[in-house]
């Protein structure tokens, strides 16, 4: 059973994200680098943009000190 962690009822898994199909779309759409969200990163990363890049599989903790370690 998943609980969550802010309200502490069930939580229960999209049906979407049980299918292949749509997972390899929402990967395809993300690697994307004409219209998707690669698209975006490599646009700012060519600005006086900042773009950081955290390493998101750690902790919750340990993502947001990577993030606010960055905009110091």
Same mark, same amino acid.
């Given at each position: 059973? #998943?609980?969550?962690?802010?309200?502490?009822?069930? #939580?229960?898994? $999209?049906?979407?994200?049980?299918?292949?199909?749509?997972?390899?779309? $929402?990967?395809?759409?993300?690697?994307?680098?004409?219209?998707? =969200?690669?698209?975006? /990163?490599?646009?700012?990363?060519? =600005?006086?943009?900042?773009?950081? &890049? /955290?390493?998101? &599989? /750690?902790?919750?903790?340990?993502?947001?000190?990577?993030? #606010?370690?960055? #905009?110091?």
């Amino acid at each position: 059973k #998943l609980v969550c962690r802010v309200c502490g009822g069930e #939580l229960s898994a $999209r049906a979407d994200d049980q299918d292949e199909d749509a997972i390899n779309k $929402r990967h395809d759409i993300y690697y994307d680098t004409e219209t998707g =969200t690669m698209a975006a /990163v490599n646009y700012f990363k060519k =600005t006086d943009s900042k773009v950081i &890049s /955290v390493d998101g &599989s /750690v902790g919750i903790k340990e993502v947001t000190a990577s993030i #606010l370690a960055e #905009l110091d």
